[in-house]
Each structure stands twice: as C-alpha cells, then as structure tokens.
C-alpha cells in the first residue's frame, strides 16, 4: 500500500511570510508525528496526534509553530512569520497507534527561509 | 530520564570490516528499542529491533545486542558495505507510551 506522503517537496520562502506544509498519513493509521531535522543533526520531537486526544504539542519550539489534523488524517504543519532558523527538513511520521508503535516516516519537506 | 544517549556522532569502516554503534537509556520503563536507517534524501525507515527480554537479535549482517543491567544497546553491522552508508539512530520507548524517544544519530560512511 501507499507510504506516507508530504507535500511540498521542497518550499522556499521569505523571511516573514507563512508556510503550510502538508502529510497525508499511511490509511488507518492513528498517530501521527511531526519531526524537525536541521542539517546533519538528529530528529527534533514537534507535535503528536493520537485518534481524537488532545495532541502532544510539547516540542512546538515557538506560538510561530502550529499543526492540526482533519478528520483524524491529513495533518497540515503551519510556521507562522518564518525565520530563516526554521530552515531546516519536516519530517511526518504515521503508526498503528498500538504497540511497539513502529513509526513510518514519509520523505519530508525540505524548508529554505530566505 | 527520557533522553537516549547515541556514540559516536560520526563513524568510518572499511568495507567488509565491522561497524558499531552504542546507545545507552536511563528509563526503566522502556521496552521497546528499535534502529531507524536514513539514507539522504529519505526519511528514516525501521531497521531492525529489540525488547529487553532478549540479549540479542540478528537480521542478516545486523545484529543488535542488548544489556539490560546496564541500560546499553549496540547495533553491530558485519561485513559493511557502502551501501551501508546512512545515518542510523537509535531509539526506545515504553510499551504504554507511542512518542518514541530517538538518539542523535550516527552517521556512518563505508569506505570502498
């Protein structure tokens, strides 16, 4: 079946402006995760959705930084008024949601704040 | 308690030689220790993992070794290849608990 998918590839952008990037989880999947990967460096914990609890929003680094996702699927990340620190790879990762929770990532987006 | 600890940053092996990455934990209550590949350009992808009920598994040319008492687990890639070349972390999580906590990776490079 498919993997997990994120769009856009790749997204430059202006300092200052908005940018929403989007990840459509593996079907039936009922978790959902968002990484930050700066270049050469580790895997940086965002935001957790579990089926319809409250996200874990404890790794959001700034109120610039928000996510939601619709109908317990798509998953959209939004960086409000980008700085160029935010460039960096946005990783989705999707899982069954029970254990051993394995985690399949999709490609991720590559983010140039200019 | 939550961090995992991930050696060393950076790793060089000769083709057919024998790579090996360390990780130690601090929680207890972690049961669950898998091994993420990430190739440039991709996202990670599971490799190989472990639960603390087992010393070691092995998968073809990887094989994770597993020390409860000490909270340290390796992953051992025999005969390398370049086309091991990859980034690896380590992670661990507990069974009741879905936010897997990764280490900071290693970067391993095969030399042809």
């Known amino acids: 079946g498919a993997g997990v998918s994120q769009s856009p590839s790749n997204k430059v952008t202006e300092k200052g402006k908005d940018v929403e990037l989007r990840c459509d989880p593996i079907s039936g999947h009922t978790a959902l995760y968002w990484y930050r990967q700066s270049l050469g460096q580790g895997l940086e914990f965002l935001i957790y959705f579990q089926g319809n609890s409250a996200p874990d929003k404890s790794g959001l680094p700034s109120d610039r930084f928000s996510a939601e996702r619709t109908g317990g699927s798509v998953s959209t990340l939004t960086i409000q008024r980008t700085q160029q620190e935010d460039s960096a790879v946005y990783l989705c990762?999707?899982?069954?949601?029970?254990?051993?929770?394995?985690?399949?990532f999709g490609p991720g987006t590559r983010l140039t704040v200019t | 308690q939550q961090q995992v600890k991930q050696s060393p940053q950076s790793l060089i092996v000769q083709k057919g030689g024998i790579s090996i990455i360390n990780c130690a934990y601090e929680?207890?209550?972690?049961?669950?220790f898998p091994w993420y590949q990430q190739f440039p350009g991709k996202g990670p992808a599971l490799l190989i993992a472990?639960?603390?009920?087992?010393s070691e598994k092995k998968e073809g040319r990887f094989t994770i070794s597993f020390n409860k008492s000490a909270k340290q687990f390796s992953l051992h890639i025999m005969d390398s290849q370049p086309g091991d070349s990859a980034t690896y972390f380590c992670?661990?999580?507990?069974?009741?608990?879905?936010?897997?906590?990764f280490g900071k990776g290693t970067r391993l490079h095969i030399l042809p």
């Open positions: 472990i639960r603390p009920d087992v």
């Open positions: 990762a999707s899982s069954q949601g029970l254990a051993p929770y394995e985690q399949y």
């Open positions: 929680n207890t209550a972690f049961d669950y």
């Open positions: 992670a661990a999580n507990g069974d009741r608990d879905d936010k897997i906590i």
